[in-house]
């Protein structure tokens, strides 16, 4: 992180706001007068040497006229902000302008400031002087605005909230504490953590999609794994998701050598470290692997994946006496997917995050089942193809977690050179997909439906679907090669042929 600033000029608290803007919000300052001020999180940004992304104006009330009247005035987007708040942002030109009113109670700006949330947001700059008269933005210092002590706070790299009724004012501060933890990997006050535990419970209050959101930050940061650690000490973190708690304390068999629940934290930690630098562990993959990642919210949802990836354990937990007492977790990964679905339904996730999710937990033992007949030299084209065709655009994610999983499960019974077969194994799938999946893909089909109506005679219905899928499977085996075999083909799945049957079972 780069020094924190101790003072602002006028030349460069302007320097961020575009002449364009600048021009506008002097004119409103001679319509509508009052106090403007820069606050919260573009001050601190400044103060980080960070260009901030957004600005965010305070007013002493009127806020929504403030905006309304920008808005109308450039022809932007105007959003009402918050229910019971006095907010509004503009877009414009690809800037977002936030106006906020001083909240219930706050007389002055000192006083709006410390209703906010940490000591870090709590930062003003007046700035209507500097739009007015131009000739004051120059090198001279501008008075930070600082009741609560961000800039110690920013010196020390330390999240800290601005008092004890924070959390009761907005729950959701329980987690905006964590998400500045680790988006600045700054260390969060002893103080502020104790009355987290405390007051953990609020955080049934907000909306699930406000929590959702402050968590996906926290995901796409580097530091999740360090920060959820803590949520945990804390209590904050079973309170979101109870089902990881079911793991805390519950042992695993040899080949593990943590918990349930630190394997999943252990899963997630080197997730981590694999987006950070896939070449370090897919040698000669890496190209392929980044552009994998390079694709929006995948390393988010690889991140959930790992953290999440046993959930099921606990429901599945069982202990087989004829096999000297084994533990067992069968199905864990069906059941997991499904337990999984059910939470990012209750935080309303959306249908493509969950089922991409689901897609990941459910199939992450795969190529570990894969790489145990890969050993005995029994893994033949069909099932290679079956793989590649279930993991759809997820094969490189599934063994992204597969990974993850196997570095994370350390103990003395585990295979060792787990992580090189897996390896091998993608590479293998990689040149299957290359050879026999991707051609047939891009290929025009052998069979139609209509082939199968005016052929077959066959009435549209749930059963094309199966031939179809039938005949292109063969084909990417190379048991099919044309229009006549892949008519026999479909006349033997409307009779049952048992071979196919077996095959459509998988």
Known sequence: MPPVVDSLTGRQILDIVPLWLQAHLTA??????????????????????????????????????????????????????????????????????????????????????????????????????????????????????DPAGGQDDLIAGRIQITGPESFSHDPLRLLRVFRFAAVLDFVIDADTLYRIRRQRQLIAGPAPERVAHELDLIMASPRAYEVLTVMAETGLL?????????????????????????????????????????????????????????????????????????????????????????????????????????????????????????????????????????????????????????????????????????LAGQGVECIEGMEDELVALYRHLHQVRSDHVTPVREASPLLTGRDLIETLQLEPGPIFKVILRAVEEAQMEGTVHDYDGALQLAKEVLTGDPVVTCREKG
């Open 28 to 145: 409103l300052l001679r319509e509508l007068g009052g106090e403007l001020y820069l606050a919260g999180g573009v001050v601190r940004d400044l103060l980080l040497g960070i260009t901030p992304v957004d600005i965010d104006l305070t007013v002493p009330c009127g806020a929504k006229i403030w905006a309304e009247k920008l808005a109308n005035v450039t022809g932007s987007a105007y959003v009402v902000l918050g229910r019971d708040e006095d907010a509004a942002r503009v877009v414009s030109r690809k800037i977002c302008v936030d106006f906020s009113s001083f909240r219930k109670g706050a007389v002055t700006i000192l006083d709006e400031l410390m209703l906010r949330d940490l000591t870090i947001n709590a930062l003003g700059l007046r700035i209507d002087p500097l739009l007015v008269d131009p000739d004051k933005a120059g090198d001279d210092k501008v008075p930070i605005l």
């Open 238 to 406: 079973w309170e979101i998701i109870p089902e990881l708690a079911a793991g805390d304390g519950l042992i695993q068999p040899a080949s593990h050598h943590l918990d349930v629940w630190q394997h999943n934290l252990e899963t997630l930690r080197q997730m981590e470290r694999i987006v950070a630098t896939p070449a370090l562990f897919f040698s000669d993959c890496g190209e392929i692997m980044m552009d994998y990642l390079n694709k929006p919210r995948r390393r988010i949802r690889l991140k959930w994946a790992a953290l999440l990836h046993d959930l099921g354990k606990p429901a599945t937990f069982a202990v087989n006496a004829e096999k000297g007492d084994r533990i067992t977790f069968y199905n864990h990964d069906r059941v997991g997917a499904e337990m999984f679905r059910a939470f990012a339904l209750r935080l309303r996730w959306s249908n493509d995050d969950i089922e991409h999710v689901v897609r990941l937990i459910g199939d992450h033992m795969r190529p570990f089942h894969l790489a145990n007949v890969a050993r005995s030299d029994d893994l033949t084209l069909r099932a290679c193809v079956r793989m590649i065709r279930k993991a759809g655009d997820e094969l490189e994610g599934i063994f992204f977690l597969s990974m993850a999983d196997a």
